[in-house]
């Protein structure tokens, strides 16, 4: 069975996204993706774009990586973050910190707004100081320190 490469125009399910050079079955190519300008045949002008986009994408991702590395720097020149909670008996807290809690008091401390989903945080269900991570991007993660103190 013969196979055709076709550069991607938009994402496929299954096959790949926009700018991938994928192979696939000549049929396939002749009778959906090319007719449905979901791909174009593989030319060498239209290789060097695919290359020069996979080169921007990769000059992108190491901007933002170096970017979480600078929040990651002051996450941790921070060190710690104090949240007030309501205490009742055994300094047990009335609820318990959330990420969104979390997430707030980041971006108040050093004006970088952080994804929530990105914090794990311990259970907490007492006073007392625990330690949280912040994935910042996909090889960068910070370790924050958060004291929980009881509230005025």
């Known amino acids: 069975m013969a196979k055709v490469q076709l550069v991607l ?18 049929g396939y190519a002749r ?6 300008k979901l791909a174009v045949n593989v030319t060498p002008g239209i290789l060097k774009q695919v290359e020069r986009r996979k080169e921007k994408e990769r000059q992108r991702q190491l901007e933002l990586k170096q970017q979480a590395q600078e929040r990651k720097a002051a996450l941790e020149a921070k060190g710690s973050f104090t949240i007030a909670k309501k205490v009742g008996e055994g300094d047990a807290i009335f609820g318990t910190v959330t990420d969104r809690e979390l997430s707030e008091l980041i971006q108040s ?29 996909a090889e960068v993660s910070a370790t924050v320190e958060v004291n929980v103190v009881a509230e005025d």
């Open 9 to 26: 125009n938009q994402d496929v399910s299954k096959l790949g996204k926009t700018g991938d050079l994928v192979e696939v079955a000549r």
């Open 31 to 36: 009778n959906y993706l090319i007719p449905q």
């Open 109 to 137: 401390a050093i004006g970088q707004e952080i994804d929530r989903r990105g914090i794990t945080l311990p259970e907490i269900k007492k006073i007392g100081t625990y330690k949280a991570e912040v994935k910042l991007h």
